[in-house]
């Protein structure tokens, strides 16, 4: 009866131990990667460790393998870039679609901070189907994106006819994810970069490096927008 019991603790011990040795290897595995990538989002890495904490009480609405996957969202803030292009000249119009109030309020922002650089100009409009661009949001877990734009492109001139940008409430309206209005508005400006034509920057600070939400609008985006509009 001992031995039964001695083997009883000793399987148990042991599964709970790499359950341990599995959540340590996770957290350090996004410290690493939170290194390369110059993350510094502490309120991110408290979010984890609570989410962590849950999943080893068996308290979490999410499984050990929902939690890896969650935490490779975490670390690779990507987002789906529109095809290669630009409007004819340095304005468009755009029509907000979304209701949500806090993807209203980011839009809102990041339109005024673009047309504060004078290198484009937004132009907001009530009647969608006077817009060059549509401004909304989506709700996808199946994609690492916090955002997207996609683009309708005449092949002949290369300009824009259309351009879609979402934001996606999955991630951004999560607190488990870590987003503050900040980088909301970030994620929204990053879209509506490549609304105006400009592609991911990854050898300088940008408002367009893949991450997404970490600057704001960059004297080198500025630059980026007038190069774009007056090359040809």
Known sequence: MNVIKSIFLWSWRTIWGLVWLSMVAIVCGLGLLFYFQKESDSQMLQTLAQEVQLMVNGQSEVSLEEGVDTIK????????????????????????????????????????????TGAFTFVVTTDPSQADIIATEMND????????ANSTTNLLTNYY??????????????????????????????ELGHAIGLDHKENQTSVMESAGSNHGIQQADIDAVVQLYTTY
């Not at 922002?109 to 504060?116: C, E, H, K, R, V």
């Not at 877990?141 to 997207?148: K, P, Y």
């Not at 999955?170 to 929204?188: C, P």
């Open 141 to 148: 877990g199946n994609t690492q994106a916090a955002g997207e």
């Open 73 to 116: 969202h975490l670390t690779t803030d990507t987002v789906n870039t529109a095809d290669h292009g630009r409007w004819e000249s340095n304005t468009a119009t755009i029509y907000i679609e979304t209701q949500n109030p806090t993807f209203v309020a980011a839009y809102q922002t990041a339109i005024a901070n673009w047309n504060a």
């Open 161 to 190: 006819s259309s351009v879609t940008v979402r934001l996606n409430s999955y991630y951004l309206l999560n607190e488990q994810y870590g987003y503050d209005m900040d980088r909301i508005v970030h994620t929204a400006e990053h």
